[in-house]
């Protein structure tokens, strides 16, 4: 298969380019490196199932050739990341909703099988736990900025099932819920990698809120299984969404106390509020965790790494990196 990965310089994407190649896909990357990284792809770049092009989603005429080669798409380019939602909230906008919508348009032009990548952050203030595909989704006020990243994915997801219905275009959308392991990188307000390099520091571990929130992290290798299994079942599976995620929840205040035992680190804890971490008003989910059973029905998934076996990982990747990281 000759799949189209948008986004493919990220986090997920760059470990699921890996796992393509190495079931003997070809793989196209379009990517601008704004919050993806070249480090992520280097590995690959003579690889000669691989090609990459850096660019804007929305340059139609490169998206346009590179639909024309593509059997598959997976969309993965997006803002992505809260800290980046909140300073800078047109951009997410634009990226999100514009690139999907140049995105399923070149899709449907070649007939490319597509699969979107949409979030837990739709489920938004939600409080029936675990959320589920169908359920009704509860999004904050438009004043505040965060809620424009669900919204826009949200978008997505409606341009692409728009899509299957009105062109019978092959569209699969998966809502990640935490996606956590090596190569994530910390600068976008990810938890994990910022956990653990002030862990292997042994500096204090910043808590946003009064760490009592909690979330489900599963193994991006996990997540890249899931994807590749739902992408070779178009048949089954277009016209659906499916949450992808772990149902391990863990409070922050426990993800710390499990980062400094692994890290073996002397680091303390330090609360910082939500207003001084974000903005003033800023407004989290207490639980997030993800009902699997339709993805478990469709394609037989269960995450197979738990927080220990995560962690352990992430910790010996950022312990190689000890002196760039940042
Ligand atoms: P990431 O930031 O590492 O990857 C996104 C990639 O898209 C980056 O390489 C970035 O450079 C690229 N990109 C952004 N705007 C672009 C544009 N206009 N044109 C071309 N490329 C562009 O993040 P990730 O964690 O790998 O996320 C991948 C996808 O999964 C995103 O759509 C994100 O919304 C979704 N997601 C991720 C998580 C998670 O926990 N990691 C959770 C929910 C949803």
Redesign the pocket.
């Known amino acids: 298969m000759h799949v189209l990965i948008?986004?493919?310089?990220?986090?997920?994407?760059?470990h699921l380019t890996r796992a393509l190649l190495e079931r003997g896909d070809q793989v196209a990357v379009?990517?601008?490196?704004?919050?993806?990284?070249i480090e992520?792809i280097r590995a690959f770049a003579h690889h000669p199932l691989y090609s990459f092009a850096i660019?804007?989603?929305?340059n139609a005429l490169v998206l346009d050739r590179l639909a024309s080669q593509a059997d598959a798409i997976v969309?993965?380019?997006?803002?992505?990341?809260v800290q980046l939602v909140v300073e800078r909230p047109t951009e997410t906008i634009e990226?999100?909703v514009i690139?999907t919508h140049a995105l399923l348009a070149a899709a449907r032009r070649y007939r490319c099988r597509t699969l979107l990548?949409?979030?837990?952050?739709v489920y938004g203030k939600g409080v029936k736990v675990p959320f589920a595909e169908d359920d009704d989704l509860l999004l904050g006020a438009s004043s505040r900025s965060r809620w424009s990243?669900a919204a826009s994915?949200l978008l997505d997801e409606f341009l692409g099932l728009a899509a299957h219905r009105e062109y019978d275009l092959p569209v699969t959308v998966v809502?990640?819920?935490?996606?956590?392991g090596p190569g994530?990188?910390g600068r976008?307000g990810?938890v994990v990698p910022r956990f653990v390099r002030a862990g292997l520091r042994g500096e204090p571990i910043p808590v946003y809120g009064d760490g009592e929130q909690s979330r489900c992290f599963?193994h991006?290798r996990d997540?890249v299984r899931a994807v590749i299994d739902l992408l070779d079942r178009p048949e089954q599976t277009s016209g659906e969404i499916y949450n992808i995620g772990s149902s391990q929840e863990v409070t922050i205040n426990q993800l710390a106390q499990t980062v400094i035992d692994r890290t073996g680190s002397r680091s303390a804890v330090q609360y910082i509020p939500y207003n001084e971490a974000y903005a003033p008003g800023f407004e989290d989910m207490r639980r997030r965790v993800p009902d699997t059973t339709k993805v478990h029905g469709a394609i037989g998934w269960t995450p197979k790494h738990n927080l220990i076996q995560i962690l352990d990982d992430v910790i010996d990747y950022e312990r190689l990196r000890l002196p760039q990281a940042g």
């Open positions: 948008t986004g493919g310089a990220g986090f997920i994407g760059a379009l990517d601008d490196l704004s919050t993806g990284n992520n660019d804007d989603l929305r969309h993965l380019a997006a803002a992505v990341g990226t999100n690139g990548a949409s979030t837990s952050e990243y994915k809502r990640f819920f935490n996606t956590v994530q990188t976008y990810m599963c991006v997540t």
